[in-house]
């Protein structure tokens, strides 16, 4: 009978950083409702959506001794809570023989690995689930008749950019284009060589899970892949044999899939910015079709006709047909965060739960007499030999082999034939292995696999008594589940380190991006332990280290861009403890914030909440921009990528937060472009892939510049920087004239340009002498029309090619755009009369309190190398020149190709910090430092002469408002020039006018103004 998929939520506690930031608490449950509320608008009333189970996670818990999260008040849902809940009724379902299936979706720090494996004593489904069957098979074996067997078997597996990784099979890890999904014309699609373990106790699937958590986390590290971009799934399978009433043996089959999926947040559309490879890019297929999927079988219980299911659009749904539509009984648990800043994200996983409640599965019970399955598997192999035996398959017998949902049987392709013929072959050998195994007691079975897994699991334990008396180092990773997997111990003596490709094999390997065969070496002399980089780069506590190094327990260790590891030394923690000294352990994100500091960032940073979240940002960002950048030096992209602060101010906004953007700058012609975050992480991705492809040694890797993600078009319009104009002599209807600076985000002037204002009457003729306003209020409910003039501009940047300005006027929604002008020195002729009829009281309070803000943008000029040929220097050397320029102003020859070493990225101009950190000397360092710091410094400074200049603009239109309403008053109907100017500080000027300004001042100052 057809049921529906059961739907739970649960909401975690609020992290060290929520709490810190004294994020709101957003979600609420009562009963199984689970409500959400809007943080711009937390007084209207909760969207509410009801499930089978709303778990509040939230609070009243407390930590017993051994770490267990026990609830102190009535609300908690505890680990066991969700597992009597959800886990025994998979459980219960297992031993009937029906396939079961429990998802865990959500965004990326959600709860979904805590609710699917937990962490230490605070279990989680998948390891309580194991362990209850095995008490239950034990239970059952111990009155078990001869003729009852119960066999467990598992398989772990990840899907990662639509590949397929066998977690229990290393080697497949490394097999370029991962694990082909093939499919069984009846049984559906399946992993082709997939690895099955039988296990016979809880330890044996512990020890495997473990194993293949490792695996992944090395994985995840050497492919510098992004792991909360990969799905999990271990699939346990059940096979109970038992006689029945007859005495005839029947065996009973429960597949129980349990899938930890990929992060849901969604790689937001990137804006107004937009980017071209947004469309192309895989970057989550199978989250998507998943999503897809579920609409599709949402609306097809809702009774939709001839809705096709897609299925077949991603690995992911192609493995689990079943669990989504049909044999299988279905949970899904949707993890959430409580926290303000996931609104959007947590309310689109609510949605996504809300969809799934209506799917329906069918699941049946997979029972059969034993005799039949094999009968049935010799039957079919025995078909299948013939095929293949006589050579000459046709299309219609590959087509009727393939199934429902096969090939096209008029495509005729050769290659179509033999791909069908692999697929046979597969199959064959599978049928082939099921029957050699039916044949084998499981007794047998199990025995074989504890003689292969005996040496692992030895080398597991002997690790773990290790590791209490030698010092090592233990991985910190993003992702908690990941973290402290991967150990290499700091043995007496001298311990290399470096990557897989150097012979004779180091003691401690390594590999993965920017990791060199000879990378540093690691000393230990009667526990005394030191370090030292060869030619690799070494950060010891967020600093780079350039002689031998001592190294304390708790101390943090980055190898190359992204290995992570904590230094563990067993008795210096004891001595620390006996004279009262914990070290915190650190955690990755303390390290990274210590290496985010010591690169001289969060320096400025306060404690409000935004500072907060900015800190978040930049911790977040800047080990991706780390290996974006040591990605390019390997890939010799000739670009470089730096982390860039960037104020609303210096978006072309009034207000709004201060963003983490990456600027990516070519070395060869110094254009540069600004990626918002999303743009970043999308394009990161693609990196990474290429990157992937690239050791793996396919020979296309490369790719064309139009789907290359370090290439951007010259022709991509980049922001130049903004103008503001004030507006308040306009409320006087006073004319505007002025050549005001151009000025970039670092707050770095970027040229000129010349405006005007003029008011007019509505067909653009001047004004007569009596239209000036002495007190703008006089505005109100009158018309106003002005002409905007910009003119051209002056010394904009030598490497742009065409420019243009973009404004946004009071209420306007839409830009107002000027033409393009050509080079550093443009022509824009723009003018534009606009008419107000009837000025508003808001109208007037803008014009006198507001500035109008132009964004000047411009194409840069396209001289890069084309075609991956080169200017003769390859990108580590660009990056190495550039360095030293920053470092003492000299250019520093280039060395020859292969020469030098991972180059630094660490020259920069303006409140962005580069990154990596710190360069070779102390000295050096400090010197760059502070050079960083004065930079900042200076941005900040010339922000408060641009606002002392505004207020002191203001002020000078105020003074010759009240010196026009003296002279009015006195009877006057002229002022001199001499009067103005001074007024305008004493003819001197002012020391914060810019030269430009004071020319135009003087320009201004020549023209007498008559008044009335
Ligand atoms: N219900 C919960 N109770 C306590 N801590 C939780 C809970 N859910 C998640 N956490 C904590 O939040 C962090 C992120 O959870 P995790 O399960 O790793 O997220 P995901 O797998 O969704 O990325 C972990 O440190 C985890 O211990
Ligand atoms: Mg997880």
New binding site residues.
């Given amino acids: 009978m057809a049921e529906n998929v059961r739907v739970a939520v649960r909401v975690r506690p609020f992290n060290d950083r929520e709490k810190q930031r004294k994020a709101s608490l957003i979600i609420d449950m009562r009963g199984n409702s689970t409500y959400i509320k809007n943080p711009e608008d937390m007084g209207a009333e909760p969207r509410s959506f009801a499930f089978d189970y709303s778990y509040w996670s939230h609070d009243e818990f407390k930590e017993s001794a051994n770490g267990y999260l026990e609830p102190t008040g009535g609300r908690y849902a505890d680990q066991r809570k969700v597992f009597n809940d959800l886990g025994q009724g998979v459980l219960d379902n297992a031993w009937k023989g029906y396939n079961c299936s429990l998802f865990a979706y959500g965004q990326t720090g959600s709860g979904?690995?805590y609710s699917m494996v937990g962490y230490g004593s605070n279990k989680g489904i998948v390891p309580i689930f194991c362990e209850e069957l095995f008490k239950g098979v034990e239970a059952k074996k111990a009155t078990a008749g001869e003729n009852e067997e119960y066999q467990v078997t598992l398989s772990m597996l990840e899907i990662y950019n639509e590949q397929v990784r066998d977690l229990l099979n290393p080697k497949s890890i490394a097999q370029k284009g991962g694990l082909k999904v093939r499919q069984h014309p009846s049984k559906g699609f399946y992993v082709e060589s997939l690895v099955s373990c039988p296990v016979s106790s809880y330890n044996d699937i512990e020890n495997k899970i473990s194993e293949g958590t490792r695996n992944r986390t090395v994985a995840a590290t050497n492919m510098n892949a992004t792991s909360s971009r990969a799905h999990t799934i271990v699939a346990i399978t059940f096979v109970q044999k038992t006689p029945n009433e007859t005495g005839q043996s029947m065996t009973r089959t429960s597949v129980v899939n349990l899938v930890?999926l990929a992060g849901s947040e969604r790689a937001e559309s990137t804006g107004a910015t937009g980017d071209r490879l947004k469309e192309g890019s895989a970057i989550n297929q199978s989250l998507s079709t998943l999503g897809n999927v579920i609409s599709a079988l949402a609306d097809l219980s809702m009774g939709k006709k001839k809705t096709v299911v897609p299925y077949r659009d991603s690995v992911l749904t192609k493995l689990l047909q079943n669990a989504l539509g049909g044999n299988s009984k279905t949970i899904m648990i949707a993890a959430l965060s409580p926290a303000d800043i996931n609104f959007d994200e947590t309310l689109s996983t609510l949605r996504f739960a809300d969809r799934a409640k209506a799917i329906k599965t069918t699941a049946t019970v997979n029972e059969s007499p034993t005799d039949k399955l094999i009968r049935e598997l010799r039957e079919e192999n025995a078909r299948l030999m013939e095929l293949l035996k006589t050579g000459g398959i046709t299309l219609e017998q590959l087509s009727a082999n393939a199934g429902a949902g096969g090939q096209n049987p008029n495509q005729d392709s050769s290659e179509e034939i033999e791909e069908m013929k692999k697929a046979m072959e597969e199959e064959l050998r599978k049928n082939q292995e099921e029957i050699e195994n039916m044949k084998k007691t499981w007794q047998e079975r199990l025995a074989e696999q504890e003689n292969e897994n005996k040496s692992n699991v030895d080398a597991e334990l002997k690790k773990q008594e290790e590791k209490k008396v030698i010092p090592h180092f233990w991985n910190l990773h993003e992702?908690p589940?990941l973290t402290a997997m991967i150990v290499h111990f700091t043995r007496e003596g001298t311990s290399k380190i470096g990557n897989k490709n150097a012979s004779p094999a180091p003691e401690i390997t390594i590999s993965g991006l920017s990791i060199q065969k000879q990378h540093g070496v690691v000393t230990n002399k009667g526990g005394v332990v030191k370090i030292k980089a060869i030619d690799g780069k070494i950060l010891v506590n967020g600093a780079k280290i350039t002689k031998e190094t001592d190294l304390h327990h708790n101390d943090r260790v980055l190898f190359g861009p992204n290995h992570l590891y904590v230094f563990h030394h067993p008795q210096d923690e004891a001595k620390n403890f006996k004279e009262g000294k914990v070290t915190e352990t650190p955690t990755y994100d303390t390290a990274q914030e210590e290496i985010a500091k010591k690169a001289g960032f969060m320096d400025k940073a306060g404690k409000s909440e935004e500072d907060l979240i900015l800190q978040e940002d930049v911790i977040q960002m800047l080990p991706m921009v780390n290996e974006a950048d040591a990605m390019s030096a390997e890939l010799d992209k000739k670009v470089k990528f730096e982390l860039a602060l960037v104020s609303p101010q210096a978006r072309g906004l009034k207000g709004g937060k201060t963003e983490v953007m990456v600027k990516m700058r070519n070395l060869e012609n110094g254009n540069e472009w600004l990626w918002d975050r999303n743009k970043f992480i999308n394009r990161k991705f693609l990196m990474q892939e290429m990157y992937q492809n690239y050791v793996e040694g396919a020979d296309d890797w490369d790719v064309p510049k139009e789907k290359d993600p370090f290439w951007e078009d010259a022709d991509v319009e980049v922001l130049i920087g903004t103008v503001h104009v004030h507006l308040m002599s306009l409320s006087h209807k006073l004319d505007i004239e002025e050549t005001l600076t151009v000025t970039n985000y670092q707050g770095k002037e970027n040229g000129h340009i010349e405006i005007e204002v003029m008011p007019c009457t509505p067909k653009g003729e001047s004004l007569g002498e009596d239209d000036f306003l002495d007190d703008p209020k006089e505005l109100v409910g009158k018309e106003l029309n002005f002409k905007f003039k910009i003119n051209f501009g002056r010394g904009l940047p030598s490497n742009m090619r065409q420019s243009c300005c973009k404004f946004k006027f009071y209420l306007d929604n839409q830009y107002t755009s000027t033409a393009y002008g050509d080079g550093m020195n443009p022509e824009y002729k723009f003018e534009k009369l606009f008419k107000f009829p009837k000025c508003s009281q808001e109208f007037v309070d803008y014009l006198m309190e507001s500035v109008a803000v132009i964004e000047v943008w411009g194409k840069q000029k396209d001289t890069s190398s084309k075609g991956g040929a080169t200017l003769g220097s390859d990108t580590k050397q660009l990056m190495a020149r550039e360095k030293s320029n920053l470092g003492d102003n000299k250019q520093t020859p280039v060395k020859k190709k292969g020469g030098n070493k991972a180059a630094d990225s660490n020259k920069d101009n303006g409140v962005i910090i580069p990154v990596p950190p710190p360069p070779a000397e102390k000295k050096q360092n400090d010197q760059q430092v502070n050079a960083y710091k004065k930079q900042a410094d200076d941005a900040d400074r010339r922000a408060k002469a641009a606002e002392q200049r505004a207020a002191s603009s203001e002020s000078q239109v105020s003074d010759i408002r009240s010196l026009l309403t003296q002279k009015k008053r006195g009877g006057a109907d002229t002022i001199t020039i001499a009067e103005l100017e001074a007024m305008l500080g004493g003819g001197g000027g002012r020391s914060t006018t810019s030269t430009a300004q004071k020319e135009h001042m003087g320009d201004q100052a020549s023209k007498a103004c008559t008044i009335q």
């Fill in positions: 979904k690995s930890d992702d589940a």
